[in-house]
């Protein structure tokens, strides 16, 4: 799936299950490092999400103290 079609709940949950895999050991070395990049982009992905709605926030409160 495209992760820019991802919610932010879809994306986290996709990045936990990813953690579960690599942390269980069960994965080849070739699964968990791109099982990692994965990771990487989900993360981004999120903390991408996470300022936007922050920035809105702010966006609210600033425009609610006038």
Do not use: H, N, R, W
């Not at 989900?42 to 809105?56: H, I, R, T, V």
């Amino acid at each position: 799936m495209d992760q820019e079609k991802l919610s932010f709940e879809e994306a986290y949950k996709q990045l936990t299950e990813l953690v579960k895999k690599m942390e269980s050991g069960e994965l080849p070395l070739a699964a968990s490092v791109a099982a990692y990049e994965q990771g990487i982009k989900l993360k981004a992905y999120c903390e991408q999400l996470l300022k936007e709605a922050e920035l809105k926030i702010e966006t609210l409160k600033v425009g609610g103290a006038e």
